[in-house]
């Protein structure tokens, strides 16, 4: 995979991806618009300092929620640098990382340097991509980095490779069981029988040991349930189109045979409740897996023909900036900081004493959940005010950063809001 990472039109995009989204993902961050994942998670890697995954936005230890136990590999760099900034920047990492696994795969199926490096860009230009690193740390942001070494592995038929890629996978969350196993089937009946047939014996094995984990600790696991009739049927249709956009429909290009390999990714978002995420909001993190099988598709598209990675970066500028679900959206704007907010929030992670917050500030529960004392109150509180997704007002910003006249307008949430509208509860 080296020839791959000294394309320097690769590594100068991926170095772009990286800055632009820390950036961005920071100035979030300090306008306290992250949500409770974040904290969720800063909290848990703090205790397994002392081999517990407990964290008080669940109130009971994250490993009883998810089958997660390979994140805590990452722990130890929340030991040495105990903020959400880390955390954030690491989220950054692995999908920007994930781009030079896809070049490297893209080379092994033949595919020549420079369209395997477009193949690559296109990924960072998906909606899918660019809400990973936006939206809230989630465990899927390391699976298009592992589905795509598991591919590169597979393709050289390297079993013991693809078999600690794969364990890797199902360390993440429970429902790579069900991927793993399903694409191990498939690998056993049309390509390679013992890898495909040891793929399912893991993933069994692994959905064998968190079911008897979960039953010794008289828990379930935190995962959605299924509903018989989907919620956005129509709204998977858009997300098929955004999510091949950038690809220039490439993954269509692989036949309909290997198409229905992507059912249950589909399945999933489609059925999902109930918390239903809209299959549109293609940032969400559940998008990650049907995008890492999008973009293996489209080397194997490419391969066949040539002749669509010509579009792939046009295509993913227009996906990027049309229909983003972060901020690089055409009319939308960073945040605007209240610094004397976010210092409040610092003041609550650094406090000595234990500290409850309110359900509807969980901006600053993600900022002070590195505090092990700090709590997240289980239900938001009768007061809680909703503030607009995005600040879609460039006077207002660029007057925040001393450019122009300064704006009237207050702030909800790093949002200026008219004259009038709600403001959110002071936090005390």
Known sequence: MTASRRDPLLVFAVALFAVVYFALDLNR??????????????????????GLSWNYAEWRPHFQVH?????????????????????????VAAV???????????????????AATLIAIAFLLTPSAQGL?????????????????????????????VLIVAQLLLGLKEDEMLFVAWFGLACALFWERR?????????????????LYEALHHVQPHDPGYVLVPHDPLGVLWLLIFVT?????APLAVGWRALLLGIPLLAEILFMAPWTYEPSRIGSHYTAPLLAASAIAAAFGT????????????????????????????????????WNAYARAVTVREEPRSRTIPRDQEGVWAVAAVNP????????????????????????????????????????????????????????
Do not use: K
């Open 29 to 50: 961050l300090y306008a306290l618009r992250y949500g409770a994942d974040l904290g969720t998670y800063l909290q848990t890697f703090v205790n397994l300092q002392h």
């Open 67 to 91: 089958d997660c136990w390979a994140l805590a590999s990452i722990a130890p760099f929340v030991w040495l640098f105990p903020s959400a900034e880390m955390l954030l920047m690491i989220q």
């Open 96 to 114: 920007a990382c994930a781009a030079f696994v896809l070049a490297a795969f893209a080379r092994e199926l033949g595919i020549e340097p420079r």
């Open 133 to 161: 690193v936006y939206d809230n740390f989630s465990e899927n942001v390391f699976v298009p980095l592992l589905a795509f070494a598991g591919a590169f592995f597979a393709r050289r038929r390297a079993l013991l490779p």
């Open 195 to 211: 890898m495909g047939i040891a793929l399912v014996l893991l993933a069994i094995m692994n959905a064998g040991g968190f079911a």
């Open 245 to 249: 956009l950038p690809f220039a429909f």
């Open 303 to 338: 391969a066949r023909r040539p002749s669509f990675v010509r579009w792939m970066v046009p295509l993913g500028v227009v996906a990027t900036l049309f229909f983003n679900d972060t901020v690089l959206h055409v009319g939308r704007w960073p945040y605007i900081v209240d």
């Open 373 to 428: 004392r700090v709590r997240l109150a289980l239900r938001a509180g009768p007061h809680a005010v909703f503030c607009p997704a995005y600040d879609r007002s460039a006077a207002d910003f660029f007057a925040s950063v001393g450019i122009g006249a300064r704006r009237a307008a207050r702030l909800c949430g790093g949002v200026p809001v008219a004259a009038g509208a709600p403001t959110p509860v002071p936090y005390p």
